[in-house]
């Protein structure tokens, strides 16, 4: 039995944050992730994704934002199960948590926070023709190595940030970057959305709005890839790669059954502590939702810095929190 005072769910970003805050007030995490690494989408998914948004950054990628994190908590000496997915929940008679993993890893502590980012996920795939047939033979749905598009034609489909970071990114990586998005705007970030439209202006992209896909072909390995445009006519391009960035579905699991208000694989909070509806769980990160909400990391790390100070009372009830900053590696909390 692993015993701790916050157990955490999800060791990505917001989940690593978290550690940092409780940490300041001297309470003990230990984090679970169904994904054999510490950094959870950042480095499962995209970890050389430039990220623009983090203060002081400006522009670190997703990997290094993971280490830098680490570093950051390393005084804290977290624990750390990786590879194993939280089956269960068993609430103790003094209001504690018993957590159990699918493989029979047991953690008994006084809070149990959600930062699961979007649970368990898989890609958004397009329905086009063929496109099962070329997965891993030319159809990608995440960038996990950009030199291996070096001097390639890539294809990329979307129009929401991770479409317009890469599109962005590979424009120096790859022979010929097009992007093909359904809209004539973007739901990206403006200025992301304007670096390439200039890109497209100065020929250095090629930039398709307003089109669909349709299907994808080859011999063995992807070669084309054809669209339809607002003009009902169909068009194909020739490619080694095509990497719809369409989201990612989000599965809730065995949480799902926690009773837990869920909107739309989404758990509820309230934002004055991101507490759920059942004491002593809280929510933070892509996993939770409320009016307002935006899934972005700062606002992830806001929500670990309030959720911590909710969290203190269950730690030690017998304290009153008294936060006091000093000039050293961290505070007083009492």
């Known amino acids: 039995m692993i015993s701790t005072d916050i157990c955490i769910i999800g060791a990505g970003p917001v989940g690593l944050f978290a550690v940092f805050e409780a940490g300041l007030l001297k309470m003990r995490c230990h984090l679970i992730d169904t994904l054999p690494q510490i950094g959870g989408q950042l480095s499962e998914i ?16 997703a990997q290094e934002l993971v ?40 953690v008994h502590c006084q809070v149990v926070v959600i930062a699961g980012g979007l649970g368990c996920f898989e890609p958004r795939k397009p329905e086009i023709q063929g496109l099962l047939d070329f997965e891993g033979k030319g159809v990608e749905y995440m960038v996990k190595k950009p030199e291996n598009f070096r001097d390639k034609r890539v294809v990329l489909a979307g129009g929401g940030d991770s479409a317009l970071d890469w599109t962005i990114f590979l424009a120096d990586i790859a022979e010929r970057v097009t992007l093909i998005h359904r809209g004539d705007t973007f739901r990206g970030a403006p200025d992301s959305a304007e670096k390439v439209h ?21 011999n063995g390995s992807l070669k084309e ?43 509820q909070v309230d934002t004055f502590d991101y507490s759920t509806n059942v004491e002593r769980i809280y929510a933070i990160g892509d996993i939770n939702t409320y009016p307002g909400k935006l899934k972005l990391i700062l606002c992830g790390f806001h929500e670990a810095a309030l959720m911590v100070q909710s969290a203190f009372k269950y730690v030690y009830p017998d304290q009153k929190l008294s936060f006091k900053y000093t000039t050293v590696y961290g505070v007083n909390a009492f």
């Open 67 to 106: 280490e830098r994190l680490m570093e950051q908590i390393a005084p804290f000496d977290p624990g750390f199960t990786l590879g194993e997915r939280v089956e269960s929940l068993e609430k103790q008679e003094d209001g504690s948590f018993i957590v159990g993993t699918n493989d029979g890893t047991q």
């Open 225 to 267: 890839v054809s669209f339809i445009g607002r003009d009902q006519v169909t068009r194909t391009v020739q490619t080694d790669y095509l990497i719809p960035l369409f989201g990612l579905s989000p599965k809730l699991g065995p949480i799902a059954g926690w009773g837990l208000n869920i909107d739309k694989s989404a758990i």
């Open 198 to 218: 200039e890109l497209a202006s100065k020929g250095k992209i090629d930039l398709i709005l307003q089109s669909n896909l349709l299907s994808v072909g080859g």
């Open 46 to 61: 995209y970890p050389q994704k430039p990220i623009y948004d983090i203060p002081g950054y400006p522009e670190i990628k």
